[in-house]
């Protein structure tokens, strides 16, 4: 009895000694919903233990499975970040690390469909608002709709206790979801038993001695097969559409946001993009609902098909159009006979010209 206890106590001591992120699961937050392109003040205000500080901000915090094909990697909650240093974030540890020690970190990534996605880099600081110094950049960029374990080790060059992580390649329109960050010779959570036996199992420094192990839980890309309903230039889905608005866009890779910026009534929609079915039986409220849209050169029709008349006829919703971080907020119209529609226009040809 008591050599068990001596190897709990010993347990113990190990786990609460151990190097951890403060909130490297990102589930110690304020959100209640999806928050999307949050400034850095406002995600810096909602997610303790993380700090935004990119040339843009636009971190997300997402819990939803509207992106990627499903929800987080770890328990309930993840986080976003765009490229190009527009969006970094650095996520506290429980004490700083020791300059010239080996350490072993692991999370993992997945990129969205319509997105692009770079490999991160990981950098050591001393302050949550400034990178420090890069100590890992993984070759390979994150898979859609699947997540994949990254490790790496790498000896600390400073005392830092601020791990920094972004994707230095890219611009505001490559994105890349981020989950779930460990210490790789360390148990942070008691209550994740399987954790505790695989440390037990484990022999000391084996893990550390390999520069990086890639893809250790990947699976296949899981790609949606594509739903469409019948659409010409008169009609979408046996309903005339009239093209309400026209928006010329930067980008054939464009966030729309749709949502009721009246009266919420009970409104149901379909969401259609040149016959393309996006989304369908959406009640329209005041949580705002984010949609990834694919482009073609030219012109393309957004459809908005009501499916219901609501409480107050006719359907309503505002379309706002992310258009490389400028807003545009269209409101279509729909009822049983007519469905409001909204333009996007890509000339790739007049973007360069600008």
């Known amino acids: 009895m008591r050599y ?4 709990f106590l010993a347990l113990l001591v190990n786990t609460t000694s151990a190097q951890c992120f403060v909130n490297g699961d990102f589930e110690n937050h304020k959100a209640s919903r999806d928050e999307i392109n949050l400034s850095n ?28 094909g ?18 970094i974030v650095a996520i506290e540890l429980t004490q700083p690390l020791t300059q010239g020690k080996k350490y072993t970190v692991s999370f993992y990534d997945r990129a969205a469909s319509g997105y692009n996605a770079n490999p991160i880099q990981l950098g050591l600081s001393t302050s949550n608002s400034t990178l420090g110094t890069p100590v890992y950049t993984f070759k390979e960029s994150a898979v859609k709709n699947v997540w994949t374990r990254r490790e790496c080790s ?44 695989i440390i037990n199992d484990l022999k000391k420094d084996s893990i550390i001695k390999q520069d990086i192990v890639e893809a250790l839980d990947t699976a296949t890309e899981i790609i949606a ?15 005339k559409y009239k093209v309400q608005q026209t928006v010329n866009v930067e980008s054939n890779i464009v966030k729309v946001q749709v949502y009721d ?14 016959g393309e079915v996006l989304i369908e039986n959406l009640e329209v409220t005041k949580e705002k609902k984010e949609i990834i849209l694919n482009l073609k050169t030219g012109s393309n029709t957004l459809v908005m098909y009501a499916l219901n008349a ?15 971080g400028k807003y545009k907020i269209s409101t279509l119209v729909s009822d049983f006979k007519t469905s409001g529609a909204l333009e996007l226009v890509y000339d790739p040809a007049g973007v360069a010209m600008r």
């Open 310 to 324: 609501g409480r107050i006829p006719p359907n309503t919703a505002a379309i706002a159009v992310n258009n490389k």
């Open 261 to 274: 910026k009246n009266r919420v009534d009970g409104d149901i929609i379909s969401i259609y993009l040149n």
């Open 154 to 197: 790498f000896i600390a060059p400073l005392s830092g206790k601020y791990l920094t992580v972004q994707m230095p390649e890219g611009t505001i329109q490559t994105w890349v979801n981020i989950d779930n960050f460990k210490f790789g010779n360390s148990v942070c959570d008691t209550t994740r038993r399987e954790d505790i036996v």
């Open 70 to 87: 499903s929800g987080a990697q770890s328990k309930n909650w993840y986080i976003a970040l765009t490229g190009g240093g527009t969006d």
């Open 4 to 7: 068990l206890i001596l190897q």
């Open 225 to 239: 097969e594509k739903k469409f309903v019948s659409f010409n230039k008169r009609k979408c889905n046996g309903r």
């Open 41 to 68: 003040t406002a995600f810096n205000g909602m997610m303790p233990g993380v700090t935004a500080f990119g040339s843009y901000g636009d971190v997300d915090i997402i819990r939803s499975s509207d992106y990627g």
